[in-house]
């Protein structure tokens, strides 16, 4: 199979979250995909074969599948763009239908998602407890704006707002321990956020579900955060611009477009490169 490798959400030049980029006749059998995916090693790789007038799509960490990956739907689009040519282009998920509007040029290429529906709710004490004593978090640490909440984009992001950034860059935290809290709950990430203005964000995305200590940019998590937002009529104006990435060393950069129908789906978008030439992998 022909792997293309593509950062999203990428800071210009620099940064991106890298993803595997997998485009078939057909898509392969699971246990192959997930082979390729934990030899492919990023965070999340992505499949997409034609099915009728769409994509069938499926996303596999290297410890599993996943329903929804935003940062490979980019990367996706971008591929299809290239491969296509600019457009729209319907995607069929495991429980979701998306689509994702690829662009290219002489001098960018990246792409725009609609997430999957969204939805929010209060998280339960004894799980918040036990989020907080996993982040080595306080009460006097979180932002009383924006409660700890269980915001959903395609999947669950459990969210905690922190008063200010220097918290938010201490960010530390036991890959074993968040596992179990995970896999308990049911999160695809945890989403620590500090709200330097209304629109702007800071945000870091500990991915243990997925064997992942951290993801430098997560589509599903943005999309899921720009729906909790809109959930708590926060002052968003329409938009929101997230940093994250920054304290890896790997600088990502998300725009969202947030409607005022509750519950609606959240436009996801960010620009992309090529990490390397695309490589061939016999599995």
Not at 40 to 65: L, T
Not at 162 to 172: C, G, N, P, Q
Request: aromatic share 8%; charged share 20%; net charge negative.
């Amino acid at each position: 199979m022909k792997v293309q490798h593509i950062a999203a959400f990428s800071n210009g030049p620099h940064g991106g979250n890298p993803a595997g980029v997998i485009l078939c006749d057909g898509l392969p059998d699971t246990s192959v995909m997930q082979k390729a995916a934990a030899e492919i090693g990023y965070s999340e790789s992505v499949f997409a074969a034609p099915e009728g007038e769409a994509w069938r799509v499926r996303y596999f960490a290297p410890k599993g599948e996943v329903d929804f990956c935003g940062h490979a739907t980019i990367a996706l689009g971008a591929a299809l763009a290239q491969q296509n040519g600019a457009g729209l282009f319907t995607l069929d998920l495991n429980h979701a239908r998306i689509t994702v509007e690829g662009h290219l040029s002489k001098t960018e290429w990246g792409a725009s998602f609609q997430s999957p529906p969204t939805h929010s709710a209060p998280v339960a004490v004894t799980v918040l407890e036990d989020a907080m004593a996993l982040f080595g978090l306080n009460p006097a640490n979180l932002d009383p704006r924006i409660p700890p909440a269980v915001a959903h984009g395609g999947g669950d992001h459990l969210i905690l707002a922190l008063k200010d950034r220097k918290t938010l860059h201490k960010m530390r935290y036991d890959l074993a321990k968040g596992q179990i809290l995970a896999r308990r709950e049911r999160y695809i990430t945890f989403n620590l956020i500090y709200a330097e203005t209304a629109q702007v964000f800071h945000a870091r995305n500990p991915f243990p579900l997925g064997g992942v200590y951290e993801d430098p940019a997560t589509g599903a998590a943005a999309a899921a955060l720009s729906g909790y937002l809109r959930d708590i009529e926060w002052p968003h104006k329409g938009s929101i611009t997230i940093h994250q990435g920054d304290d890896m060393g790997i600088p990502c950069r998300l725009m969202t477009e947030i409607t005022q129908q509750r519950g609606a789906s959240i436009r996801v978008s960010g620009s992309t490169r090529t990490i390397r030439e695309p490589q061939l992998l016999e599995i």
